[in-house]
């Protein structure tokens, strides 16, 4: 990341075998990318706190300390509930941030950077596996051919409906033959979010030609009618059209179009340190009080925020079951400590534009 700059964050399409966890990437949707491979979360702490369903993997960011030295590798995980009724305006219970850190020399990855060779071979055989359906850790197999894992009875249950019953008896006969490569649906929906790479490089600084703002609102206007924006896709359209005469009304949101207009693709904002770009000054019940780390007792501090443009890409749908957010705002142990689980909590305020 920047060093005393905003940084942004856009999507890229690259290929599945790139975003592997040896090249520490940055990404959105697919499955997690971990980084310690061995000291994985249980799947009972990957849960809806609402509704008790498996999270799904939503992104992650590689953030190093590069001034700590047991945090040179260090990446933040993003989950979320898919279900659209654990939803609710200005709250987080249906999110989960994790953090993750490992020194330079570790058990994990070798010293010096890995080559972009697809032929390359890492093995992952020696560490926990991982669920066939969504790739956190899966603890259970298949009774029958015993190569197929799993985190939880329900995406068993799935796997099981959506392909592998056929495939099963091919697995028992057959040791050499490899896992087939096939997406999960659940209600005709993948069950993980489509697969991006997330590139990160600084922000531009304000040009004095950039969008007129007023034509900046006048597109974000268009968006929320056509319900692309995201944020609003579960209000009335009498809601939409009332609360598109009032934008004006709201100066921090006014503030927020004008920032985005330099780039209208971003989908992240990092800012260590900095302050969130918040969406509304509207909201009630968003802002709170931001406890200290539970394992060191230390500050937090504002890290990243994702965007409502990250919906656009990851086809959650504009329905009313939909998942949504304005902003989610991260923050993070301000010492990045090493107390506690290899994989520890952060925080995250999710503030809406609607109430």
């Known amino acids: 990341m920047t060093e005393n700059t905003i940084d942004i964050g856009v999507l890229e399409e690259k290929p599945g075998w790139l975003l592997h966890p040896r090249f520490f990437p940055s990404k959105v949707g697919g499955k997690p990318a971990w980084l310690d491979l061995k000291n994985l979360c249980a799947p009972t702490d990957l849960t809806c706190k609402k509704c008790n369903d498996p999270l799904i993997f939503l992104c992650q960011v590689y953030a190093p300390y590069e001034e700590k030295e047991d945090c040179f590798h260090r990446t933040i995980f993003i989950f979320v509930c898919r ?50 359906v969504c790739g956190v850790r899966g603890p259970s197999h298949c009774s029958k051919c015993k190569k197929s894992y799993y985190c939880s009875r329900k995406h068993q249950i799935l796997d099981w409906q959506k392909g592998h019953k056929e495939n099963c008896i091919k697995l028992q006969t057959d040791e050499n033959c490899p896992l087939p490569n096939f997406t999960v649906t659940e209600a005709g929906k993948s069950v993980l979010f489509k697969e991006w790479e997330l590139v990160v490089d600084a922000e531009d600084e304000e040009d004095d030609n950039a969008v007129d703002e007023n034509q900046e609102m006048e597109k974000l206007r268009k968006m929320m009618n056509e ?37 209208p693709e971003q989908v992240l904002r990092y800012d260590r340190g900095g302050t969130p770009l918040w969406i509304t000054g509207n909201t009630e019940g968003a802002l709170t009080h931001i406890p200290n780390c539970q394992y060191c007792s230390g500050e937090r501090q504002f890290e990243f925020q994702v965007m409502p443009q990250l919906l656009n890409f990851i086809n959650v749908g504009i329905d009313f079951n939909s998942i949504d957010w304005g902003i989610l705002a991260i923050y993070s142990c301000k010492n990045s400590c090493n107390d506690g689980p290899s994989y520890k909590e952060e925080f995250v305020i999710k503030q809406d534009l609607c109430q």
């Not at 941030?97 to 992952?124: A, G, H």
């Not at 896709?233 to 004008?258: A, C, G, M, W």
Request: one cysteine or more.
């Open 227 to 263: 319900k692309r924006a995201g944020t609003l896709s579960n209000i009335s359209e009498s809601d939409l059209e009332q609360y598109t005469r009032n934008i004006p009304e709201d100066k921090v949101f006014n503030k927020f179009s004008k920032r985005i207009s330099r780039h």
């Open 83 to 132: 279900n659209g009724s654990c939803c609710r305006p200005n709250c987080s219970d249906n999110f989960l941030v994790l953090r993750c850190q490992l020194p330079r020399k570790n058990d994990f990855y070798s010293f010096e950077p890995y080559k972009e060779d697809e032929l390359e071979r890492f093995s992952m055989e020696k560490w926990p596996k991982l669920c066939n």
